[in-house]
């Protein structure tokens, strides 16, 4: 059920190295991502779909991951993920790309979505420079780097639990699992 699917679509930030995942499985990630609502269905979201993993590298090492949870380094070394998409807006589309973060997201979570229903998972990355990232794939000018997601076989346990003392801080315990405090429906209900 697609609800049950939006519960297990968590971040996750630690992957099974023994898990690889094909351009064949990113590229359809991107066909279901393609058909997703579009402002004004200018369709000005282009894909980077990078499964090397030279560049597999590089994009980890230009993204970063849970800041909140410094010393803390994730993906742990060892554990990295197995690709990434780069969602990008293509400013020779759409000249002024604010409006179209909104794609971005739905684009986003939808490829999140089509990796959960495959047992895989992975984690929107918005904090990294958009020229770096630009540089390090060879992309033009006119496109913008607007979200990473990195994807793999998550092995971290991530749990959701309702949110206590208005306290929306995730957060790690001594075993190791990533804890994800969510408001309640009564409280997100105006
Ligand atoms: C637009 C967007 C950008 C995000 N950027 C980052 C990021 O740069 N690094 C990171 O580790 N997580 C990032 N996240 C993941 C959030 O931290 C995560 O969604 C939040 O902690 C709730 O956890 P959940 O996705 O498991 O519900 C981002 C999420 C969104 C929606």
Redesign the pocket.
């Known amino acids: 059920m697609l609800k049950d699917l939006v519960k297990q ?5 630690s992957f099974d190295p023994a898990v690889k995942i094909t351009q064949e499985q990113l590229l359809e990630f991107a066909d279901a991502a393609r058909l997703t609502p579009s402002t004004t269905n200018l369709q000005a979201i282009k894909f980077k779909l990078v499964s090397d993993p030279a560049q597999v590298e590089s994009l980890v090492e230009r ?6 949870l410094r010393p803390l380094v ?1 993906p742990p070394k060892g554990h990295h993920p197995a690709a990434f998409i780069v969602v990008c807006i293509d400013t020779a589309i759409a000249k002024n790309p604010t409006p179209f973060l909104k794609d ?2 739905i684009a ?2 939808t490829i999140l979505l089509c990796a959960a229903e495959q047992g895989l998972g992975g ?6 420079q958009p020229e770096a990232i630009r540089e390090a794939l060879g992309l033009g000018e006119e496109i913008l780097p607007s ?2 997601i990195c994807l793999g076989k998550p092995d971290e346990t ?1 749990v ?1 639990e309702e949110m206590q003392d208005g306290k929306t801080a ?1 957060y790690r315990d001594e075993a190791g699992v ?1 804890h ?1 405090p ?1 408001r309640s429906l009564k409280e997100i209900l105006l």
């Open positions: 679509s968590r971040s996750y930030r993204t970063t991951l849970a800041a909140a994730l971005v997201g986003a979570q984690c929107m990355v918005g904090n990294f979200l990473c991530v959701l995730y990533h994800v969510k």
